[in-house]
């Protein structure tokens, strides 16, 4: 091999996490460590038939780029670019471009980890308000007839013979429960939607030991709720009342995903307080918030509904009515804040970022 060749000049940057690669002065690659090819999603060979710079939509932004790096001999430019790829999504990135002389430019790449975070809450709200939406108008739609279902029904009941066979009230006995069961149903769906928000000075801690003291009283044996608290965290503006039912009902689902490691006496459950620095909520930054975290060892969450387990009527239990996560997304929305979940066996952490003072 030409020991001037990019792959031995460079093979050293075979072993760096970042991506990095080598242009020549018409934006040609003539060489891209691992790391870069794991990033574009192409290999080395696929980089190199065209210039980098038309491998995407808007590649003028990096063509513009290394132009100003080669005309000015900067020792380091650096830029955030999202690159706009056919058929996959944005790619965000931080760019650094150095010139190497003789028309070569050096370009590292890293992911852009605070834009994909920002991305990902925006596609969250935005789910989140359709859901919302689509959820008021079903339960409306629903509403209506489902009233003249069970009217009809106490007026058949009413009209039936004295003689009549025992099993003809049956079948309308069962027309009306299960009316009323849906009725029950739709008033869940709409309960977030009608509540007032109360705000008022609320502690979190007393917000955990509510709910502490919930959980450990339906499961009083073979699991135990550890608090791993900040005793720092001042008080905030809030609905106490709506905080107690996101915190219930994620801790809620926790123990009965543990039941499991409840028979066998090891189940666990982590109330943890923090303070986060800095942050940015539905594109508004804040200095401090609240960084509550909700964990368990229970065995995961199912990874074929792990992207939905915020939609309506979503669950990885039988019997579950898959609204508890929706309400806690509904009510944390309402605070301002974001619910993530992260979850693989023997670990699901629901994290909540609240706005502090």
């Known amino acids: ?36 090819e794991n ?31 080669l005309a000015h001999q900067y020792a ?11 058929g996959r999504e944005p790619l965000h990135v931080i760019t650094s471009v150095s010139a190497l002389g003789e028309g070569e430019l050096l370009l590292e790449m890293r992911e852009n980890v605070q834009q994909l975070k920002l991305d990902r809450e925006e596609r969250i709200l935005d789910q989140s308000q359709a859901n919302k939406e689509l959820i008021r108008n079903l339960a409306h739609e629903i509403k209506n007839p489902l009233g003249g279902i069970r009217g009809a029904a106490q007026l058949l009941e009413l009209e039936l013979p004295p003689q009549h066979p025992a099993d003809l009230k049956e079948y309308t006995q069962v027309i009306i429960k299960e009316a009323d069961r849906l009725q029950t149903l739709v008033d869940r769906l709409l309960a977030p939607h009608r509540k007032p928000h109360i705000v008022g000075d609320v502690n979190i801690h007393e917000v955990c030991e509510r709910v502490r003291s919930l959980i450990l009283a339906e499961f009083p044996a ?29 801790a809620h689902n926790a123990a009965q995903a543990l039941k499991g490691r ?9 109330l943890r307080t923090r303070v986060a620095r800095q942050v940015t909520l539905a594109k508004v930054r804040y200095g401090l918030a609240l960084d509550l ?60 970022l609240l706005p502090l003072p």
């Open 1 to 36: 091999m030409n020991p001037g060749a990019p792959s031995s000049r460079y093979a050293g940057l075979d072993l760096l996490a970042s991506s990095v690669l080598l242009l020549g002065p018409a934006g040609e690659v003539r060489y891209a460590n691992p790391a870069a």
């Open 293 to 352: 975290h909700i964990i368990d060892n229970g065995p995961g969450i199912a990874p074929e509904i792990r992207d939905r387990i915020f939609y309506p009527l979503v669950s990885g239990r039988e019997g579950g009515s898959g609204l508890g996560l929706t309400l806690a997304q509904t009510f944390v929305q309402q605070h301002l804040g974001v619910i993530e979940c992260e979850s693989r066996p023997g670990l699901t952490d629901f994290r909540i």
């Open 222 to 250: 073979g699991l135990s709720i550890r608090r791993d608290y900040d005793a720092s965290i001042p008080e905030f503006r809030g609905d106490m009342e709506q905080l107690i039912q996101v915190v219930l009902n994620i």
């Open 39 to 69: 990033l574009l999603e192409l290999s080395l060979k696929s980089l190199q038939r065209a210039p980098l710079p038309e491998l995407f939509a808007n590649g003028q932004e990096l063509a513009a780029l290394c132009a100003q790096a």
């Open 262 to 270: 409840i028979a066998a006496g090891d189940a666990e459950i982590v």
């Open 76 to 86: 380091d430019l650096r830029q955030d670019l999202s690159l706009q790829r056919s």
